[in-house]
């Protein structure tokens, strides 16, 4: 299972962006970028995913790297309830296990 | 986006009791269901990939008698602790994804099941 990195903590202000950053510099060609969030006592939460090109959704952009060695999560206007642990997951093409990381604490200050 | 419900939420048992945990898909059929156990301020920790209708495959150094697994239908999983002992206290999550959409790349999380074994 390919690896990821994350930072252990992040801390952003609300209502402004927050980038949270995942490098995987040993990525292979077929794996997905996923993206989880997880909030206390609770189940994660799937954000996004994406391979090659840059993904938008209703919760958050994805910009991958053009080596694919890195990405970036980025919610466009944090609020109190985006607080949670974001993991940053691999997944192998055709399989379906994900392997979690250690993830961002991502603290949002009122 | 599609539900996955675990039952119980919470549990205490006694130590030396067994336990089942349930997974289930409520609006897809899952195939493919995962056990995850995660203890406080870690991350989850992947335990055993259950498939419908066959053994499930269990990561390396899981026991595969301490954690039974059954996966009778496409809607519902269960992990069974046995012989439950205080270091089996943790959360326990399942996830399963949609076996009908053969492009679909999300998996589906439960809410977790809090297992206290006093």
């Known amino acids: 299972d390919a690896k990821t990195t994350q930072p252990n903590s992040m801390e952003s202000n609300e209502e402004e962006p927050v980038h949270l950053p995942c490098n995987h510099s040993t990525i292979s060609g077929t794996d997905y970028i996923h993206w989880y969030r997880q909030l206390p006592s609770q189940g994660p939460e799937y954000v996004i995913h994406g391979l090659t090109s840059n993904v938008n959704n209703r919760m958050a952009s994805l910009a991958i790297a053009e080596d694919r060695k890195s990405s970036t999560l980025i919610l466009h206007r944090a609020t109190l309830r985006d607080a949670a642990v974001y993991y940053c997951?691999?997944?192998?093409?055709?399989?379906?296990?994900?392997?979690f990381g250690s993830g961002t604490k991502l603290n949002v200050k009122p | 986006g599609a539900v996955v419900s675990q039952h119980p939420s919470r549990v205490i048992c006694k130590s030396g009791t067994s336990v089942k945990i349930e997974c289930r898909s409520l609006?897809?059929?899952?195939?493919?269901m995962f056990w995850y156990r995660q203890f406080p301020k870690q991350s989850l920790m992947l335990m055993a990939t259950?498939?419908?209708?066959?053994?499930?495959?269990?990561e390396q150094g899981v026991e595969k008698d301490k954690f039974l697994i059954n996966h009778a239908s496409l809607t519902l999983s269960t992990l069974t602790v046995t012989s439950a002992h205080p270091e089996d206290s943790s959360f326990y999550i399942c996830?399963?994804?949609?076996?009908?959409?053969?492009?679909?790349?999300?998996?589906?999380f439960g809410q977790g099941t809090r297992l206290t074994v006093v």
């Open positions: 997951i691999l997944r192998e093409y055709n399989f379906n296990k994900f392997y």
């Open positions: 609006d897809f059929q899952a195939t493919t």
């Open positions: 259950s498939n419908e209708g066959s053994k499930a495959t269990y």
């Open positions: 996830s399963a994804r949609d076996g009908q959409i053969p492009t679909n790349t999300e998996a589906f």
